[in-house]
């Protein structure tokens, strides 16, 4: 029944703001012979546009996702050709759907390196990407890659420190050494970040010793998408705060975009261990449960 769905899409020529959802449906069945009937037929119909080069990452994403290293590497190749044919339309961050084919490109290409035994040829690429890309939309995410691959057993890296939601400040990092810390990344509007508060609470109740950190940015909108500025959205992220974080008021909450470009917090929440002598433990783009971060937070104590 899936497959036959997929099929009739592809044949009714899936609209544009619908092409995104049902390849992806396509390659969570594991067709991906369907995701590519419904690309061709699209580009066949409305020829190459934002909304196909964004799908068709895709392809490269899921083929990443199973270990399928030559499909992989072959769809990521092909994606970069098709952003190299969009940027010569429009500057990268011109449009929202380009620049995420790009990050899903280099990402692909970067772990099936990585996964094939090339691990100094994988962070080598990425790093060049990460220069080429430095002051665009997809510098985030390229470190986030870079740091999954490497960034454990390494030194933290600086937190911006300026400024600060209401609540207790810190100087830098370096002056928490000696004590186990754990930052905790989120994001005023993201549900998994919610959800790993209470755990957080939990975890520092059990063990005092550990130091909490909660940085976190403006996104230039509140609820319901409302596009405001930083005037507007700082008090509502305090309320946010206080409503879904009680226990976590008393905890520094640096307030830096930078911060979260330097930790490659493409991902809400971002969580990453960092042991007595600095040094990160745990890189986490993503939810992790009370169950899970415990071992963790009890081998740096």
């Not at 772990?111 to 035994?117: C, E």
Request: aromatic content about 8%; charged content about 20%; some cysteine.
């Amino acid at each position: 029944m899936v497959r036959l769905v997929l099929v009739v899409l592809a044949l009714a020529l899936v609209a544009p703001a619908q092409l995104v959802t049902a390849v992806r449906a396509s390659l969570n069945a594991k067709d991906f012979a369907g995701g590519e009937r419904m690309l061709q037929a699209y580009r066949g119909s409305s020829g190459v546009t934002p909304e196909y080069v964004e799908a068709y990452s895709w392809l490269g994403r899921a083929a990443q996702a199973n270990k399928l290293w030559d499909k992989a590497a072959a769809y990521a190749a092909e994606t970069r050709k098709l952003v190299q044919g969009e940027l010569k339309k429009r500057p990268l961050d011109a449009e929202p759907r380009v620049p995420l084919a790009l990050g899903a490109a280099i990402e692909v290409e970067g772990h099936t390196l990585a996964g094939t035994g090339r691990l100094s040829e994988s962070l080598a690429m990425m790093n060049q990407e990460l220069k080429n890309y430095y002051g665009t939309s997809i510098r985030t995410r390229i470190q986030k890659n870079i740091h999954l691959l490497s960034l454990v057993g390494k030194p933290a890296p600086a937190l911006d420190l300026q400024r600060f939601l209401t609540g207790p400040r810190m100087k830098s990092l370096a002056d928490l050494k000696g004590q186990p810390v754990l930052l905790f990344f989120w994001a005023h509007w993201c549900a998994d970040c919610k959800q790993v508060g209470p755990a957080l609470t939990v975890l520092k109740q059990k063990y005092p010793a550990l130091q909490i950190v909660a940085p976190t940015q403006t996104y230039g909108y509140v609820a319901g998408g409302e596009e405001v500025g930083p005037t507007v959205e700082v008090p509502y992220m305090e309320k946010v705060r206080a409503q879904s974080y009680p226990d976590l008021l008393h905890v520094p909450t640096p307030l830096s975009s930078e911060s979260f470009k330097r930790y490659g917090s493409s991902t809400s929440p971002t969580l990453v261990l960092i042991d007595k002598a600095g040094i990160v433990r745990l890189y986490n783009p993503g939810r992790m449960t009370l169950e899970e971060l415990t071992p963790f937070v009890e081998k740096v104590l």
